[in-house]
């Protein structure tokens, strides 16, 4: 039986490296290195780098601030249901990177109105897409994937549907659980699953809880799709061009690599969907047309890097101010072409949930 919204336990964050023995690789330098032991904590970078050619995640990614001194504000739930088409397809709304972050994915689902106050699907027809992420540095990434899974069956019996990505995370999940230690070809001296899998938020509560059909349906998880002239991807980079010539053969490729169980093989495709910022800066706009003009869309939406990275406005712990990122909305950029749909939920930003086509 699947867990409902909100009936996960209580649970507080796990310490990144409590527990584990870590590889000594933990220690290298690099453009994301920490000086990181067991049972300290782990000092954030103050600014994002660009992924050189070689990039392997063997380090933490992107730093998480603490929410724990920020106001919380509670979101009443929407007084009205979306509104129904009289016919055809309802209307498309997608969801940023959740990571964990159970209460405020319920939040900002009531507060569009696609669950009610029981957390049940309440929006007929409206088709519904998340971008990947569900686990990791939040407290109940399982309990996330049971309210996805669950909101999926309720939405295609109203006569629409709730449909999910797959992130990097979720790659990253998948082989901490099936390779664990085994030790992988990292191009940076040796790696491990589980070791990149606790550098990067992974939660013990999460793999306690993580079961057989939770596996599963992340490793059926589609990689890319095109909705309504939106191609949907998670990560901002344009690594999907090395699984395919169509939305198909990409997804198809995919779920094939993971079926054949190879360590070294699902490292790499980690590996690739880690990269990010892609589409920022000069080129950015060229880097989404190869995407567009391969699998189709007009647009292209993605997670994956938190927007107030994208926009050089990272907060850090350590900030005199106490200043936090803001985010109202998506980031639309380069050109117009790309939007931007993680809000930085990890670092006190905002869990969005967007409906598609954005207003004018």
Not at 319 to 337: F, I, K, Q, W
Request: charged share 20%; net charge negative.
């Amino acid at each position: 039986m699947t867990q409902g919204a909100g009936q996960g336990p209580e649970v507080e964050r796990t310490a990144t490296l409590r527990d584990f023995r870590v590889p000594a690789y933990v220690h290298e330098t690099g453009p994301y290195a920490h000086d990181v032991h067991a049972g300290e904590g782990v000092v954030p970078v103050e600014e994002p780098v660009e992924h050189p050619d070689g990039y392997t995640p063997t380090q933490r990614d992107l730093p998480v601030i603490n929410r724990g001194d920020t106001l919380q504000v509670a979101v009443e739930p929407a007084s009205a249901t979306v509104p129904q088409p009289a016919d055809g397809p309802g209307p498309l709304y997608v969801v940023g990177d959740v990571h964990g972050y159970l209460d405020e994915l319920v939040a900002a689902l009531q507060a569009k109105g696609l669950i009610d106050a029981a957390g049940q699907w309440c929006a007929g027809t409206t088709r519904l897409w998340f971008l990947g992420d569900f686990t990791d540095r939040g407290p109940d990434g399982i309990g996330v994937i049971d309210l996805v899974m669950r909101l999926s069956a309720e939405a295609a019996a109203a006569g629409g549907y709730c449909k999910a990505l797959m992130g990097n995370h979720e790659l990253l999940l998948l082989g901490a659980k099936r390779f664990n230690d085994t030790p992988v070809n990292s191009g940076a001296g040796t790696a491990t699953f589980q070791a990149a899998w606790l550098l990067n938020g992974g939660q013990k509560t999460d793999m306690d809880r993580l079961q057989d059909h939770h596996l599963q349906w992340m490793a059926r998880l589609d990689a890319i799709e095109e909705v309504d002239g939106h191609l949907l991807v998670h990560s901002d980079t344009t690594a999907y061009l090395d699984y395919g010539d169509s939305i198909e053969a990409v997804n198809d490729t995919i779920r094939e690599a993971l079926t054949r169980n190879d360590a070294d093989e699902v490292w790499d495709l980690f590996r690739k969907f880690t990269k990010r910022f892609s589409f920022r800066d000069e080129g950015g706009a060229d880097a989404v047309r190869s995407l567009l003009d391969m699998y189709g869309g007009t647009r292209i939406v993605h997670g994956h890097s938190p927007i107030p990275y994208l926009l050089g406005e990272v907060g850090s712990e350590d900030d005199e101010d106490g200043s936090r990122p803001v985010v109202d909305g998506p980031h639309v950029y380069a050109e117009g072409l790309a939007i931007a749909m993680d809000g930085g939920v990890t670092m006190a930003g905002k869990l969005l949930v967007q409906q598609l086509p954005l207003p004018v």
